[in-house]
């Protein structure tokens, strides 16, 4: 799977204990005495953010331009079901600008992440106008064009990233596909039947913790089935599934958090 270069924001963060003072001897002319000064201690480095940003929205492409940092960056063209990795961020607080193709703003959203953590900024919708941006399109006809102007529909999801421990991994599916209905299930061995997972609506998502470090799921979309696998030989780390609609066809990326 593709990823956008990996572009520069800002430092990283630790606390470094000041130097133990050293006592200096001056001399006057009424005697001799210690006078005791504090070396100036090291500056603490700014508070690390680590942020990846995954593009999950069902059109082929948005824009999107960050401030509120003191190296801003810009993803002119950010494919779908692409993904970038930064470096880290000082500054808690980002304003994220996206365009659509034709150089249009669909939204403008200030997002708070956590001080000192790694997040995963995901991003779904299809811009659509017909309903509240706030979730993919839902399931059934869209609602008969009003006098209400809706903006576009996008939506930015914020998660946690963490590295999977040595034994279990965590799972996060996501149905960003709008009108569609996911159904996750498992795929049965051993004469064991499969299993229902989850059902998930336009905009909802199911976590899975304690998983093993391979497995298949399949998934059920308008009837037809789509297998979901994971293989991961020696790493042991989370993963991100949204799916999507490309081309109006469901499709899903997995992005692991490493």
């Avoid at 998502?205 to 298949?216: D, G």
Wanted: charged share 15%.
């Amino acid at each position: 799977m593709p990823m956008l270069p990996t572009l520069l924001f800002l430092a990283q963060a630790l606390i470094s204990p000041s130097s133990t003072p050293s006592p200096v001897t001056s001399t006057s002319h009424h005697g001799t005495y210690h006078h005791h000064t504090a070396a100036s201690p090291t500056p603490a480095p700014l508070p690390e953010i680590h942020i990846t940003i995954v593009n999950a929205t069902s059109v082929p492409f948005i824009s999107l331009n960050t401030a509120g940092t003191n190296l801003p960056v810009a993803y002119p063209e950010f494919p779908q079901g692409t993904w970038t990795g930064n470096a880290p961020l000082t500054n808690p607080v980002i304003d994220y600008l996206a365009r659509d193709s034709d150089g249009h703003i669909v939204a403008d959203r200030p997002l708070h992440f956590p001080l000192v953590s790694s997040q995963v900024l995901l991003l779904t919708g299809d811009l659509s106008t017909s309903g509240p941006a706030e979730a993919p399109p839902p399931l059934g006809s869209p609602p008969v064009q009003g006098s209400t102007v809706w903006p576009p529909n996008l939506q930015f999801h914020i998660y946690p990233a963490a590295k999977g421990d040595s034994e279990r991994c965590r799972y996060r599916v996501v149905n960003g596909m709008p009108s569609k209905l996911l159904i996750l299930r498992s795929v049965g061995e051993s004469n064991q039947p499969s299993r229902q997972l989850a059902l998930l609506a336009p905009g909802n998502s199911a976590l899975f913790i304690r998983q093993p470090h391979n497995l298949q799921w399949e998934a059920e979309i308008d009837g037809r089935i789509y297998p979901v696998t994971i293989e991961q030989e020696s790493d042991s780390n989370n993963c991100l599934i949204p799916f999507f609609l490309r081309n109006g066809r469901p499709d899903f990326i997995r992005v692991f958090e490493e």
